[in-house]
């Protein structure tokens, strides 16, 4: 075993929201202090963290300071402009690495990381104007989805395009910015896999959660999904392999759509994930402290799961149903301190233990 790095060192995050709370709160129990960047002000893991940045991500200095002040840095979102990760990995080590970010900051160069693993992907096209839009169409049917290939979250830059005749309204709505075509998966349900992969190589899944979106957010994963058995060891092959081809260190997440054809891969992302926060209350070392342990140095968790949960995303007015939440049994609450409440924001969520 590599030797962990020592109690009392400091985690520099950048990204300072919900995910990067959680992260801090589960380092401070292995004995590590955060260091949090943010250009937001009092960002949700300001309050747990033992020191915050509030600064541009194109303050070279601010940058510098914090790279300096912390012995490992990670990140709770892959948005991170390529200049300010270019100043900080030479200033100390980045885990996940950058080809994972590189990868899954571009729906398209994604995409093509995926085949190239002999994975199932959506049909797909690069759509750089109008006429490839067109052309593109053509070849892989309707329906389909345009999307931004960069700064795409929770279903935002993205069109559904039912009929050929929608095709001028969705290059209306999202031109301007690189696209992709993607075709329908005529999905039966989605499922994820929360993965880890330790300094020395090792793997680690968590068994796959199954996930509901409505308007292109997600609100409950359940676990265990509906897969069959053989189903379940693909599910967590397809992110070992995942994992191992991108020399991963840390929680990732990978997001499978389920169709009588097999698995096929949506999306993956290089952090913790919120279709993972039922380990929290399912597992005995949850995404968070798997994360810390892997970038640190520790032994992995091995991601077994002791009680079967049902997570449901607190957003927006949800929180309204605290009173009730709050006197439900068997139900873990977690909130993220957001004092502004707005529609479509994550403000919480609760872990819904299942009797076994
Ligand atoms: P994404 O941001 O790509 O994860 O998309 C958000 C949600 O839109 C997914 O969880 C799916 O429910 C749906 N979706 C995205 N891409 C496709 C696709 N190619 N086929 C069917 N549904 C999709």
Redesign the pocket.
Same mark, same amino acid.
């Not at 795409?152 to 993205?158: C, L, M, P, R, V």
């Not at 993607?182 to 999905?187: A, C, L, Y």
């Given at each position: 075993m590599t030797k962990p790095l020592p109690s009392g060192s400091t985690i520099g995050i950048i990204g300072g929201g919900q995910l990067g709370r959680m992260l801090s709160v589960a380092a401070a129990r292995l004995g590590y202090r955060c260091h949090v960047f943010d250009p937001g002000a009092l960002p949700p893991a300001g309050d747990t963290a033992h020191a915050v940045t509030t600064a541009a991500y194109d303050d070279q200095t601010a940058l510098r300071r914090f790279a300096e002040s912390v012995d490992v840095i990670t990140y709770e979102f892959e948005n991170i402009p390529t200049e300010a990760l270019d100043l900080l990995q030479d200033l100390r080590p980045i885990h996940p690495g950058r080809e994972a970010l590189r990868i899954s900051q571009d729906?398209l160069t994604e995409k093509a990381f995926l085949r190239g693993l002999s994975l199932k992907v /959506?049909p797909?096209a690069d759509i750089p104007d109008a006429t490839a839009l067109d052309a593109a169409l053509a070849e892989i049917g309707t329906? /389909?989805?345009l999307?931004t290939r960069r700064f795409?979250?929770?279903?935002?830059?993205?069109a559904r395009i039912q009929s050929p005749a929608d095709s001028a309204a969705a290059w209306a709505d999202l031109h301007g910015t690189a696209l992709i075509l993607?075709? +329908?998966?005529? +999905?039966s349900h989605?499922v994820s896999v929360i993965a880890a992969r330790g300094l020395d190589g090792s793997v680690a899944c968590f068994d796959p959660g199954e #996930?509901v979106?409505r308007d292109?957010i997600?609100r409950t994963t359940t676990v265990p999904a509906r897969l069959s058995p053989a189903q379940r060891s693909d599910a967590i092959l397809i992110a070992a392999q995942i994992l191992n081809a991108l020399d991963y260190v840390g929680v990732l997440g990978v997001?499978l +759509?389920v169709t009588p054809q097999g698995l096929?891969v #949506?999306?993956i992302a290089p952090r913790v994930h919120n279709s993972g926060h039922w380990t929290q209350n399912g597992c005995a070392v949850d995404q968070f402290e798997q994360h810390i342990r892997a970038i640190t140095g520790w032994p992995l968790g091995d991601g077994a799961r002791h009680s079967d949960v049902r997570m449901e995303n607190l957003i927006g007015d949800d929180l309204d149903r605290l009173p009730e939440l709050a006197g439900a049994r068997h139900a873990a609450l977690h909130l993220y301190g957001k004092t502004e409440v707005k529609p479509g924001r994550k403000m919480g969520h609760v872990n819904h233990v299942l009797p076994g």
């Open positions: 729906r /959506a797909y329906p /389909a989805i999307k795409g979250y929770d279903g935002k830059g993205q993607e075709g +329908f998966i005529d +999905f989605e #996930n979106h292109g997600l997001e +759509f096929v #949506n999306e």
